[in-house]
Every structure is written in structure tokens, then in C-alpha cells.
């Protein structure tokens, strides 16, 4: 396994389009988050899923911004209508969540997204 | 609402010396506390987890300490190398399965 892989890298589009970003997690992992990240600042929590059920997202997150995890597997975050503040850096973790265990995530090297 | 500060201005730091960084939390009572190194550009790497009954948790050259009575945690990096360069997020949390929320981070700069 070679960990949480993310793609693009990097994606610059125009304010107004829609961009989709894919997040391969660890395959044993039973969770799957995603996070964003702005120049100076620590990852702020966007959503998460524990296989394919999303449990929580972040009331800060607009209607723009969707994410599924079909099969439990990989997952994609879709941001529509992107404007200038939606540019940062998308982070996807994963970590295996048992009762009473606690593990670290396993962070992949993100997508940094410019909207012009 | 719950607050995690960190000391956003950078740390700079001899080759050799140590390097201390605190974490602090306001509004809630966390039982676990985790700390993680991000590189530039890259995501951040979990390094330790500790538990509030733990005290102190070492790892290689890393010292963590948590406090639950002052609510803080400090991590040290002794004798520390230009490699330790990087920016260092804490995220303290109540229960195991709880999503993660970061503090700022503080940026170390270890200089030859």
C-alpha cells in the first residue's frame, strides 16, 4: 500500500467552473476525512465518512461543496461555481477507527487549488 | 466554543538545541492529544498520541507532555537537526473516534 494518494495535485481553474478532486485512501481504513488548508493556518475539518455513510460535515461548509465515497472506497470532493476563497489547499486522511483504539491519520500531500 | 492555540510566530532554534512548542486549549476537556509534522506542501505525518493519564510520552527525541489541570501540552525536540525543520500541528480530542480539529501550528526552523 502506498498510502493515501490524492489527485490532482494541482488544479487552477476559472471562478464560476466546478472541479472534482479524488482521494484514494488507505485500504484498510474505515475512515476516510477530508480537510482544508490556507497558507499559515492549521487543516480546518470539512466532512467525513466511516465506510460509504458520510457522519458529519462542517457547518461552515456551503452547499457548493459535496462529497461522496461510493463503496466505501475511494472518495471525491466536488466544489461547484468556485470562487476566489475556495483557494486552498484540500487534504484527504484516512485512519482505521476501532472502539476503544485510537490511531493517528494518515494524511495524503493534498491538492492545492487556485481559482483566477 | 472549544479554542487550540499555538504560537504562530516561528521558532528559530540552534542545530543541537532544544525545541519547545506549546499547545494550548480552552472550552473543553480533551483526553487524548495528538501531534503531527507537515512539511511544505505536504500533508501532515502523525508523530505521538497521548493520553491525559499518560503525563509524558517520548519517541526518539520527542517529548510530549500533557497537562490536563493547566490545559496545555508542550512538545520538545532535543538535540535538534535542520531536519527537524517543519511546521508542527497539535489536535487535542475528547474520545476515540472523534474527528480531529488542529490547532495553528508553530513553524520551527532549526538553523546549523
Known amino acids: 500500500d502506498t498510502g493515501v494518494s490524492q489527485n490532482p495535485r494541482h488544479k487552477i481553474t476559472k471562478r464560476g467552473q466546478n472541479v472534482t478532486f479524488r482521494c484514494d485512501p488507505i485500504?484498510?481504513?474505515?475512515?476516510l476525512y477530508w480537510y482544508r488548508q490556507t497558507l499559515g493556518q492549521g487543516p480546518e475539518f470539512l466532512t467525513y465518512?466511516?465506510?460509504?455513510?458520510?457522519?458529519?460535515k462542517s457547518r461552515l461548509l456551503s452547499d457548493r461543496f459535496s462529497a461522496e465515497r461510493p463503496k466505501g472506497s475511494f472518495s471525491t470532493l466536488e466544489i461547484q461555481r468556485t470562487e476566489q476563497g475556495d483557494s486552498a489547499m484540500y487534504l484527504c486522511?484516512?485512519?482505521?477507527?476501532?472502539?476503544?483504539?485510537?490511531?493517528?491519520?494518515?494524511f495524503g500531500s493534498g491538492t492545492r487549488l487556485t481559482v483566477v | 466554543s472549544q479554542k487550540i492555540e499555538q504560537n504562530s510566530e516561528a521558532l528559530n532554534i540552534q542545530e543541537g538545541k532544544t525545541a519547545t512548542l506549546t499547545c494550548n486549549y480552552t472550552?473543553?476537556?480533551?483526553?487524548?492529544l495528538q501531534w503531527y509534522r507537515q512539511d511544505p506542501g505536504r500533508g501532515p505525518v502523525f508523530l505521538l498520541l497521548?493520553?491525559?493519564?499518560?503525563k509524558e510520552k517520548r519517541k526518539e527525541r520527542l517529548k510530549v507532555t500533557f497537562d490536563t489541570t493547566l490545559k496545555q501540552s508542550l512538545f520538545h525536540i532535543t538535540a535538534s537537526q535542520p531536519a527537524d525543520s517543519a511546521t508542527y500541528l497539535c489536535?487535542?480530542?475528547?474520545?476515540?473516534?472523534?474527528?480531529?480539529?488542529f490547532g495553528g501550528g508553530t513553524r520551527v526552523l532549526v538553523k546549523p
Open positions: 486522511a484516512s485512519s482505521l477507527d476501532r472502539v476503544g483504539v485510537n490511531y493517528g491519520y494518515t
Open positions: 485500504s484498510e481504513h474505515n475512515r
Open positions: 465518512f466511516q465506510n460509504e455513510a458520510q457522519l458529519e
Open positions: 472550552n473543553y476537556s480533551p483526553a487524548y
Open positions: 497521548i493520553r491525559e493519564n499518560e
Open positions: 489536535a487535542p480530542f475528547k474520545a476515540a473516534g472523534n474527528k480531529l480539529t
